[in-house]
Nanobody, 115 residues
Framework: QVQLVESGGGLVQPGGSLRLSCAAS????????MGWYRQAPGKQRELVAR???????YYAESVKSRFTISRDNAKTTIYLQMNSLKPEDTAVYYC?????????WGQGTQVTVSS
């Protein structure tokens, strides 16, 4: 059974940076596109970044040029480098596959951007 474990969140001031990590059990990275999602209070979960098997990437307009998704297949880990953080980036961040279904969601990692 695939397990997804997110880490790296925290409290950061506006303009700061964080690097999130997502470790996945099982070899899913070579099979599926992977993505970072986030869910802010009272809002639906949204996809913010995707990395395809080919290595090509996609970003939501709201994070483009500030966030960078990457992966390490050997470590079965994906990363999200977040720069120039804004208060509206505050949310719980999750990783999962990007397809018509999902593996069980992990606990996520809280990112709070506040002065």
């Amino acid at each position: 059974q695939v397990q997804l474990v997110e880490s790296g969140g925290g409290l950061v001031q506006p303009g700061g940076s964080l690097r999130l990590s997502c470790a996945a059990s099982g070899s899913i990275f070579s099979t599926y596109a992977m993505g970072w999602y986030r869910q802010a209070p009272g809002k639906q979960r949204e996809l913010v970044a995707r990395i395809n098997i080919s290595g090509s990437t996609y970003y939501a307009e709201s994070v483009k040029s500030r966030f960078t998704i990457s992966r390490d297949n050997a470590k079965t880990t994906i990363y999200l480098q977040m720069n120039s953080l804004k208060p509206e980036d505050t949310a719980v961040y999750y990783c999962n596959v990007v397809t018509t279904w999902s593996f069980p969601w992990g606990q996520g990692t809280q990112v709070t951007v506040s002065s």
